[in-house]
């Protein structure tokens, strides 16, 4: 929350300063431009001060100066002058329509205003009122005095001064989210070594520094974590080998001696049946040894696999042969279907064998009163994958159980511990599916058997 908290203030902050500085750059742009508008060209109120004092009387006459004049030529405007009765005594370039006399309503009228439609400017003179008119149309006398050309430009202005408003606010909108994004990307880059596993160190700076912070501190976790896992992994996988190797040697020479004793004429029946008993508690022990083996290294990817072009239906008639020929009791029947012969994967002969018969032996050995088993070989539906599915119509298990039968027993994601058996056939089963880039998927119910369905890429 602190660094949620962090990053709206520092956002806030930058609203608002980009609000305060397009508020101060539009001030300073509109007073330039009404500045400008009041001063364009020559002040109306200059050129009248000038004229009324560039007029001089010369007896009966009046004379203007040049540079007066000059200024009245450049405006375009004319000029005349009142006396204190009303009537005009002199006149430069004054409108044909204008009157030549006054009254004094008529003079405080157009001081202030127009003169028939002519802005006018008037300026005290020693000998009357000097007025100057500009052409109609040519000033707009409000507060202040702008020329009418500078009024209809306004919208246009105003027009472009919204759209340089918007190409502002989207300039410091590219500025604030390039460092935006500049200081995002880092965090980008450690969450991604994060979620790949990798360590990952991010520079705390700015306002992220925060995340950052936290970015490494899990990223240092995880590391930590990674490093006691792979630890205990080599310890448990080292203890699984070690012990394999350690009871192959006395087991090989119990059985030894166990067959010996077995098969000796001198023992009496009743010793060779003890030893025959212990020849096959010794095979259980020696498989259970190699099941375990195996399991740990197709775990831990420490087993070798040797790849090959493999057609399903042979190795399923194989197998099932193998089943038949090995006194099968009479309550089981087995039955294989092969759809297609065109089911090719690239696997382990040795390995995927191994599965086949553990999903078999699994049917016969949770089904102790015969069930019938059928083993089929087929293509998926959009003909990409090998299949193939192994069915009884034995006594089956609870569908939520079915998770728990690929996990090793004892594991934490086991949600009951194994009661039958040691749990490692369909466990070993689900790896080395894995191992192939297949999957074991498993369907049951109570009272309506097991459907194991090994699935595997199409060997092309």
Same mark, same amino acid.
């Given at each position: ?24 750059? %539009? ?7 009404? /500045? ?13 001060? @000038? ?12 004379? *203007? ?97 919204? /759209? ?5 606010? +989207?300039?410091? =909108? ?37 995340? !950052?912070?936290?970015?490494?501190? +899990?990223?240092?976790? *995880?590391?930590?974590?990674? &490093?006691?896992?792979?630890?205990? #992994?080599?310890?448990? =996988? ?26 000796? %004429? ?27 083996? *195996? ?11 040797? @790849? ?17 020929? %090995? $006194? ?49 070989? @087929?293509?998926? &539906?959009?003909?990409? %994958? ?5 069915? $009884? ?10 998770? #728990? ?5 004892? =594991? ?5 511990? =194994? ?26 119910? @109570?009272?309506?058997?097991?459907? !194991? ?8």
């Amino acid at each position: 929350m602190d660094g949620a908290a962090r990053i709206l203030r520092r956002y806030t902050g930058a609203s608002i300063l980009i609000a305060v500085f397009l508020l101060i750059v %539009n001030y300073i742009i509109l007073g330039t431009f009404v /500045f400008k508008g009041m001063n364009e060209g020559s002040s109306p109120v200059h050129v009248t001060q @000038t004229v009324a004092e560039g007029l001089h009387k010369n007896g009966t006459s009046y004379t *203007l100066e040049p540079n007066a004049q000059d200024w009245l030529q450049k405006s375009q405007a004319w000029a005349m002058l009142i006396t204190n009765d009303g009537k005009v005594v002199w006149e430069q370039a004054i409108p044909d329509q204008l009157p030549r006399a006054y009254s004094l309503a008529e003079v405080a009228q157009f001081s202030r205003n127009y003169l028939q439609d002519y802005p006018v400017f008037v300026w005290e003179n020693e000998m009357g009122l000097v007025v100057v008119g500009y052409p109609k149309d040519s000033l707009a006398k409000y507060q202040f005095h702008f020329p009418i050309s500078w009024i209809s430009d306004l919208p246009y202005r105003l027009l472009a001064l919204l /759209f340089g408003n918007i190409l502002l606010a +989207a300039l410091l =909108s590219l500025f604030i989210g390039s460092r935006l994004i500049r200081a995002i990307r880092p965090l980008i880059s450690g969450i991604h070594a994060l979620s790949e596993d990798q360590h990952s160190h991010v520079e705390a700076k700015g306002m992220f520094s925060g995340i !950052a912070k936290s970015i490494n501190h +899990a990223s240092s976790l *995880l590391q930590e974590k990674n &490093a006691l896992l792979k630890a205990r #992994d080599e310890a448990r =996988s080292n203890w699984i080998a070690g012990i394999s190797h350690d009871i192959r040697t006395p087991l090989s020479m119990v059985l030894g001696y166990a067959s010996e004793l077995e098969e000796s %004429n001198a023992v009496p029946y009743e010793q060779q049946q003890k030893a025959s008993i212990i020849r096959k508690q010794g095979e259980k022990l020696r498989s259970l040894v190699s099941d375990l083996n *195996l399991v740990s290294m197709l775990e831990y990817e420490m087993q070798p696999i040797h @790849t090959k072009p493999i057609r399903l239906s042979t190795l399923a008639r194989q197998i099932v042969t193998d089943f038949l020929n %090995n $006194d099968l009791a009479e309550s089981f029947i087995i039955e294989l279907d092969v759809t297609t012969e065109q089911c090719f994967v690239m696997g382990d002969e040795k390995l995927l064998g191994r599965a086949i018969t553990n999903l078999v032996q699994n049917s016969i050995v949770h089904n102790p009163s015969g069930c019938h088993i059928h083993v089929q070989t @087929t293509l998926s &539906a959009n003909q990409r %994958n090998a299949l193939l599915i192994i069915t $009884d119509n034995g006594k089956g298990i609870e569908p939520c159980m079915l998770p #728990d039968l690929v996990e090793l027993p004892y =594991s934490s994601k086991r949600k009951s511990p =194994s009661h039958n058996g040691h749990g490692l056939g369909l466990p070993m089963v689900a790896r080395i599916a894995a191992a192939h880039h297949g999957r074991l998927l498993l369907s049951s119910d @109570t009272g309506k058997g097991m459907t !194991a369905e090994l699935c595997f890429p199409l060997s092309s």
